[in-house]
């Protein structure tokens, strides 16, 4: 049986694969439907029949292809079942009641189909049917199913290849999308027609037109290609069935155990003996139960409520058999109590302009449970249609319109039993309701207390209450009282009688409506006697002890005393209590001479009484006084004044004398402020970076002196080298503080982007009276800017513009010199110019053509005057050598033009023509004697042609002649 059943389920395979391989959907329901399963069920109902679903039938449309396309539209559609030629439309309640079924009425069998459209939820039809075609069913029941199936594929005139038909215009190229297709005119007056396969094409089952070569093998020689292989198999080696019987058990707490016990059909032999296997399946979450396994019987102990599961497997060699079996167990028995709602409030009145309101059910109470709350309105004003929240709190913020709002809430506990009930809200329209006086309380009072406040605050109005009056009764006229602020909520009395008053409160609210209230204070006699203080004895000590204890506890009272106060009278000094409240306290500072307390007791009444001590303090021996200057401290400048505390000196009577001297290694610098060096505090100004030294000597009234020392040193500004000064030209005693203030915004703007302006001081400038501003800049890590680069900026910033800042700058500094002379000397702080050292001299260069940059000291005397030298020798030797090669090259141009000539005497062509001129003679009258004659080379750039200088006025000077 088994193998039959295993053979029809494969052949079914077969069959839903061959199925799959000769059926096309249409790709306008692939498109619009892919969860649909592409099979027709003829013949075939729901297996819930009517109720499946819910059925609805669709009139205009009575065949099966627009009856599937329509399901595939709509979302509430879940299979397409066609009657004749009605259509209907099903929403399933579940996937397993629209699975198809025969139709067993062989009356309606042929006349209806179905076609399965989308599952109810996220699975497939491929899954929802595969436990069905695989089910251990009888073999002829299968291959039943088998042929009906087969017979609806080959006969499934809803999958024909004419759904695959797309229109398209005949004529136009690309009219057909897919491949290997040709558009074929349908009608011949119209250019309209349908998509083909090509001659030798055959359309596939994803639509393609492919060769005919490729066609499918025939469903018959598959089927039985598939069933041959599967039947020469070897078949499996299978062991005799075993029924096994094993009954469920239902059990009720507080009973926790149970018995299950298995039989087997045929019962087991002597000689074959049954193996017995529990495997427990399934129990409750944290379940403990205890399982006792014997053969065919397993006892289970310590069962807790839930289901347990289990399988029992029985095997021999030969057999094998199973079943599964469930012990059910049951919570205790109990009468349920349907649930008590509570509703707070249950009515509850609001006014307006408040329009919101909660009801709370959350205390409501149910034996086992609540599980569902349902408000609902059951009246209110007309048009209230409120969305309410089924929730145990309901919060409403809609009441805007007056009137009486009804609210019913149902309550369902876990076994389905309801309980209801209401809650009612007033809304109340908005009106001015007149004011509720509230005068307090009646008041008792004991003599001799006599003072008393009423309060009337409590007093209420829905606006507020504008006036407040009190007044005494007109029957207590006799009565005498003393009334303060009888126009607040608030009325003090004092001075008041033995007896009964009564005051009247009256309050006025904005409306002018008014309201009255009465209060009554009862004034009774002394009720107990006043207190009895005791301050103690006199106390007497002696220095140099400087304390006391003083004792009230002796004071009584017949009631109780509530509370202790000390206070000091009189005393040479003022001295401290450690609990001045308390009846025994310690009393500190104390010195010679006599001092007066006083001790105040008060009882519950409020009366009271006092008492006096005196502490006597003595001195036998007087102690010398101890100085004390303070502890020595570090200051940084800048600061206004030093001031040096020595007032914790101390001495066991008085100090009468404080003395403060500067030490000889103390700085000398600095101001005594007027006679605070004859005080306890000294005040020193005008202080400078050094160390001070001063000596405190303290006198007492005997004589007696002590000395204490103390240093202070005093360091330089630490943004020294940060300072500016700037100094305007505008006299200080003329400049108001909205002129600074201008002064400082806008030199806020000319500095460093995102700079902070910091103003050190403002001061007078010496000498010149002008203002002088001292400041430094932060960037905005809060690091202070080098005082160089804020003078350079600046100086940038004003040569273009000098009236930036609305004055005139005539100074821009850093606020010490911070030139150091190039090392080689002082900057001079008063000049701002550096003093050179010995062999070191200022530039020339800047002092004569840069008289704007800062002094130094870069030259060396010795190497100027090495310069010097060599200068003058460079010049001396280049003079020299210039006017020798001038003279060189004159001399030689003059001996190469004109060489020397020498003429015979007799030749007279060269004599003057005038013998009248003046002729220098030889010594000798004649010319015998001379031989020849000289004539000097005339200069180079003389007015001589060829040798000969023209004559001045005619005058010819005679040549020289040599005699021989």
């Not at 409501?364 to 309410?388: A, K, R």
């Amino acid at each position: 049986m088994e193998v039959f059943g295993f053979l029809s389920a494969a052949i079914l395979f077969i069959l839903l694969y061959i199925d799959k391989a000769n059926t096309f959907p249409s790709r306008s329901i692939k498109s619009e439907c892919p969860r649909l399963y592409p099979k027709l069920f003829k013949g075939c109902i729901p297996r819930g029949n009517t109720s499946a679903g819910y059925f609805e039938e669709i009139t205009d449309i009575n065949t099966l292809k627009p009856c599937v396309l329509q399901c595939c539209l709509k979302a509430a559609c879940n299979v397409a079942f066609m009657s004749d030629d009605k259509c209907y439309h099903v929403a399933c309640t579940s996937n397993e009641l629209c699975i198809p079924t025969i139709n067993r009425n062989p009356q309606t069998v042929d006349h209806v189909n179905m076609m399965l459209v989308k599952p109810t939820d996220d699975e497939s039809w491929e899954d929802v049917l595969a436990p069905q075609e695989f089910s251990e069913s009888p073999v002829d029941r299968e291959m039943y199913n088998l042929l009906n199936v087969y017979k609806n594929l080959d006969n499934d005139g809803f999958l024909d290849e004419d759904i695959y038909t797309m229109s398209c215009e005949v004529g136009v190229d690309n009219s057909c999308q897919m491949p290997n297709e040709i558009c074929v005119q349908k009608h011949e007056r119209s250019r309209s027609g349908v998509c083909e396969c090509k001659s030798g094409f055959e359309r596939q089952e994803d639509g393609d037109c492919l060769p005919i070569s490729l066609k499918r093998i025939s469903l018959p020689d598959l089927i039985t290609e598939k069933i041959l292989n599967i039947v020469n198999k070897s078949a499996p080696i299978t062991k005799k069935p075993l029924s096994v019987i094993a009954e469920s058990k239902q059990v009720k707490l507080p009973k926790n155990e149970v018995t299950l016990v298995a039989t087997t059909m045929p019962k087991e032999y002597a000689d074959d003996k049954y193996q017995y296997e529990w495997t427990s399946l399934h129990q409750p979450e944290g379940s403990t139960a205890v399982k006792h396994q014997n053969n065919n019987e397993l006892h289970l102990e310590q069962l807790t409520e839930g289901t347990y599961e289990f399988k029992v497997s029985v095997s021999t060699l030969t057999s094998y058999g199973e079943t599964f079996v469930n012990v059910t167990v049951l919570p205790e028995a109990r009468i349920n109590t349907p649930p008590t709602i509570i509703i707070t409030p249950a009515n509850q009145t609001i006014k307006q302009p408040n329009t919101a309101a909660v009801l709370d059910a959350s205390s409501s109470t149910d034996d086992d449970g609540i599980i569902s709350w349902h408000w609902e309105l059951q009246q209110g004003p007309l048009g209230y249609e409120p969305e309410l929240k089924d929730s145990p709190t309901l919060q409403l913020n809609d009441l805007t319109k007056p009137g009486n709002y009804t609210f019913k809430l149902t309550v369902t506990d876990t076994d389905k039993a309801t309980s209801s009930t209401t809650a009612n809200i007033t809304v109340l329209a908005v009106t001015d309701y007149p004011p509720e006086a509230n005068a307090g309380e009646d008041k008792i009072i004991y003599l001799p207390h006599n003072n008393i406040t009423l309060n009337g605050s409590l007093s209420t109005d829905d606006h507020a209450i504008t006036t407040w009056e009190w007044t005494k009764s007109a029957d207590d006229a006799q009565k005498t009282v003393d009334m303060q602020n009888t126009r607040t909520p608030y009325l003090q009395l004092s001075n008041l009688q033995e007896g009964v008053y009564t005051f009247t409160l009256k309050v006025t609210d904005s409306a002018n409506q008014s309201s009255t209230a009465q209060v009554h204070v009862f004034v009774k006699p002394p009720t107990n006697k006043p207190p009895v203080a005791e301050a103690g004895a006199n106390v007497t000590i002696s220095l140099p002890q400087t304390w006391a204890i003083v004792d009230g506890s002796n004071s009584s009272d017949d009631n109780g005393i509530t509370w202790y106060k000390w206070e000091q009278l009189e005393g040479p000094s003022t001295i401290s209590f450690k609990d001045s409240n308390s009846s025994k306290t310690n009393v500190t500072g104390l010195t010679k001479g006599l001092y007066a307390l006083k001790l105040t007791v008060s009882d519950d009444n409020n009366n009271l009484a006092s008492d006096l001590t005196y502490i006597i303090v003595n001195q036998n021996k007087n102690q010398k006084p101890t100085a004390n200057a303070g502890p020595d401290f570090v200051l940084e400048l800048p600061v206004n004044g030093l001031i040096i505390n020595g007032s914790e000196s101390k001495d066991d009577w008085e100090i009468v004398k404080w003395q403060w001297t500067r030490d000889e290694k103390s700085l000398a610098v600095g101001n005594i402020v007027e006679k605070t060096d004859q005080s306890p505090i000294l005040i020193l100004t005008d202080v400078s970076v050094g160390t001070y030294i001063f000596n405190l000597t303290v006198y007492d009234k005997q004589g007696l002196f002590d000395t204490d020392s103390v240093s202070v040193v005093v360091k330089n500004d630490p943004k020294l080298f940060h300072l500016v000064e700037l100094t305007v030209d505008v006299n200080a005693k003329l400049l108001t503080e909205a002129q600074f203030n201008i002064l400082k915004a806008k030199l806020a703007l000319l500095v460093n982007d995102g700079s902070t302006l910091h103003v050190r001081n403002v001061e007078s400038e010496s000498r010149t009276d002008k203002v002088k501003m001292t400041f430094y800049l932060e960037d905005p890590n809060g690091q202070s800017l080098p005082a160089n680069d804020v003078v350079q900026h600046l100086r940038q910033k004003l040569q273009v513009d000098a009236s930036l800042l609305g004055f005139s700058v005539t100074k821009l500094q850093t606020a010490i010199c911070q030139n150091n002379c190039s090392d080689h000397g002082v900057c001079n702080e008063v000049t701002r110019e550096c003093e050179c050292e010995v062999f070191w001299m200022h530039d020339m260069f800047k002092v004569y053509f840069k008289s704007d940059e800062d002094s130094d000291c870069s030259w060396s005397v010795l190497y100027v005057v090495l310069g010097l030298i060599c200068g003058v020798v460079t010049f001396l030797g280049c003079t020299w050598a210039l006017v020798y090669i001038c003279y060189k090259w004159c001399y030689s141009r003059h001996n190469v033009n004109k060489p020397t000539n020498y003429k015979l005497i007799e030749d007279t062509d060269d004599l003057p023509p005038f013998s009248s001129r003046k002729i220098n003679l030889s010594d000798s009258d004649t010319d015998s004697d001379v031989v020849f004659e000289t004539r000097s080379k005339p200069p180079r750039f003389s007015d001589s042609r060829n040798g000969h200088k023209p004559s001045r006025n005619g005058y010819v000077k005679a040549s020289r002649r040599i005699k021989t």
